[in-house]
C-alpha cells in the first residue's frame, strides 16, 4: 500500500526508520487512558524496549499493519527541524476458526490509533482509520473489533462501528 491520497493527509505503512516515534506514539496512548489498567503503578519503562523489538519484528508481517502520517513541522519547537510522526494505527488480523457467525473465521483488531496532540483535529485518525478499513476488506476480514477511547468513540461509530454483542471479560495470570 503506499501513500494514500485525496481525502485527508497522506498515509503509509510504517518503516523501520519510524520505531522510536512508533515507541513514543504508543507510550503516549497508554498515557492518554490513564487507569490502573492501562498504566499501573508498579509499572516501569521496560516495556518500551520489548515494544521496540516487537514492533521492528512486525513491521513486515502479513497479519500485521502499521500505518503512519508525518509530522509537517517542528514538533517540540527547538528549531532543529524533526518532523517526527503525526499519527500511527496499528491492526491485526487473527484466524479464528470459521463459524455460521463468522463464516472465515477471520477476525481484525485495530490494536490502537493515537495521534500527537500537536497534531489532532486535522484529520489524522479518520485517514489512518479508512486505510486499516480498506486493508480489513481487502483480506476478507469477516470482523473488525476495537477498543475506543472516549474521545475516539464518535470517530469509530461514524465509521460504522457498533457495540460488540459478546460480553467482554478478561483473566490475567
Given at each position: 500500500m503506499g501513500q494514500r491520497k485525496g481525502n485527508g493527509p497522506a498515509v503509509r505503512q510504517a518503516v523501520e526508520y519510524d520505531l522510536v516515534e512508533l515507541v513514543r506514539l504508543r507510550a503516549l496512548l497508554f498515557e492518554n487512558l490513564g487507569g490502573h489498567f492501562f498504566s499501573p503503578a508498579s509499572a516501569d519503562d521496560d516495556w518500551l524496549d520489548a515494544l521496540a523489538v516487537v514492533l521492528k519484528e512486525q513491521l513486515t508481517a502479513d497479519a500485521v499493519r502499521i500505518l503512519v502520517v508525518?509530522?509537517?513541522g517542528d514538533r517540540d519547537g527547538d528549531?532543529?527541524?524533526d518532523r517526527g510522526l503525526a499519527a500511527c494505527g496499528i491492526a491485526t488480523i487473527e484466524q479464528r476458526l470459521p463459524g455460521p457467525h463468522l463464516r472465515n473465521g477471520r477476525i481484525g483488531h485495530v490494536i490502537g490509533v493515537v495521534t500527537d496532540p500537536s497534531y489532532r483535529r486535522r484529520g489524522h485518525s479518520r485517514s489512518i482509520m479508512r486505510s486499516l478499513l480498506d486493508w480489513?476488506?481487502?483480506r476478507e476480514v469477516a470482523r473488525v473489533d476495537l477498543y475506543a477511547s472516549a474521545e475516539g468513540e464518535p470517530l469509530y461509530r461514524e465509521l460504522g462501528f457498533?457495540?460488540?454483542?459478546?460480553?467482554?471479560?478478561?483473566?490475567?495470570?
Open positions: 508525518d509530522g509537517d528549531s532543529d527541524g480489513f476488506e481487502e457498533t457495540d460488540h454483542p459478546d460480553p467482554a471479560l478478561y483473566w490475567r495470570p
